[in-house]
């Protein structure tokens, strides 16, 4: 397999636990993702799924008492988890970048736009502070930001929110990053700007070659950007394949319920669907399959934990009785 055919990012049988007084905490037990160069790839699920620890886990900011404890995350032919650390923050910022939910965990409140930018650049290339500059005022004007040259005079706290993480997102592009993982970017933004950015990231993603890994737990924002889902409930991924198919032919009835309680133009007037009960305690999973307490078709045999079932064509679901089995 040649460098070009290799996936960018390969993460495999990943595991990430947290070692607390009451017990492992099993935030990310055996995951599996695969990345192109250039593709996006939508990770959902809800809060507690393990998601936001899988794209930390890649870019290795894990804090005792977690630690990544088994796996392996391929990162263009070099193994992420047993590289020296010094070499892994050589990558951070330079070839993988992060956009976080919230732009306060990018930008230093006392420092002006320009500053922050220009040692963005800085601490991965020997280059001028004039051409960081530079670089720094085509980015801005990249992600869609008006009268770019007072923006960089600016502090944070002079912009507003959807401007702050616009600004998160131009640095994560500045040094032209081969992989981006977003974890809810947008999440406390309205609507309109949420629409907005998502449309800027998917074009420049598309223009850069970029691969992005676009964390959320609303199906409905990748729905229109990424090219790949892969659906995450309690540590593990229950189903993966291209958006058009697992939104259109859903396997794992978590996924089916997640594309139910989406309003849409049929449910208007109606009651939306609402998946029963409570996601379990990452402390105390029930065996077999984490879902089956909160699944109407649990059976005895979901007391087994289910294997990831690959259908071809990169489609894989997790369970025993799958939705197109009942159709």
């Known amino acids: 397999m040649t460098a070009a055919e290799r996936p960018l990012l390969s993460v495999e049988r990943l595991q990430t636990h947290f070692h607390t007084r009451a017990g492992v905490v099993k935030a990310v037990d055996g995951v599996d993702l695969t990345l192109r160069r250039g593709e996006i790839l939508g990770l959902v ?5 393990g998601k936001s620890i899988t794209g930390f886990s890649i870019l ?3 804090d005792p008492p977690g630690r990544i404890s088994g796996g392996r995350i391929g990162f263009d032919g070099r193994d992420l988890v047993t590289l020296p650390e010094a070499e892994r923050r050589r990558l ?7 956009i976080f939910q919230d732009p306060s965990m990018t930008l230093n409140p006392v420092l002006r736009i320009d500053t922050q930018m220009i040692e963005a650049v800085q ?5 001028s502070r004039q051409a960081a500059l530079r670089r720094a005022r085509d980015v801005l004007v990249a992600v869609g930001i008006p009268s770019p040259d007072e923006r960089l005079q600016a502090y944070p706290f002079e912009l507003s929110g959807g401007m702050r993480q616009r600004i998160a997102i131009a640095i994560a592009m500045i040094n032209r990053p081969r992989l981006i993982i977003a974890d809810e970017p947008t999440t406390a933004l309205d609507v309109s700007i949420q629409g907005q950015i998502i449309h800027e990231v998917k ?3 598309r223009q850069t070659g970029t691969a992005l890994i676009w964390i959320t737990h609303d199906l409905a924002v990748v729905a229109g ?15 993966t394949g291209t958006t058009a198919e697992v939104i259109r032919n859903p396997q794992h009835p978590y996924t089916q319920g997640l594309i139910a309680s989406v309003p849409s133009r049929e449910t208007r007037g ?8 409570m996601t379990p305690s990452l402390l105390n999973l029930p065996p077999g399959c984490a879902f089956s307490a909160r699944c109407a078709h649990a059976t005895e045999t979901c007391r087994t934990a289910p ?7 990169g489609r894989a679901f997790r369970c025993w009785h799958p939705v197109g089995d009942r159709r």
């Open 45 to 49: 699920g809800e809060s507690g799924s």
């Open 60 to 62: 290795g900011l894990i």
């Open 92 to 98: 951070r910022g330079k070839d993988i970048a992060m």
């Open 123 to 127: 601490a991965h290339e020997k280059i």
């Open 203 to 205: 074009a420049l993603c």
């Open 225 to 239: 950007l990424a090219d790949r889902i892969a659906v995450m409930y309690a540590g593990r991924v229950v189903e």
């Open 270 to 277: 109606h009651r939306l669907y609402q998946i029963p009960g």
């Open 307 to 313: 294997e990831l079932t690959e259908t071809g064509a």
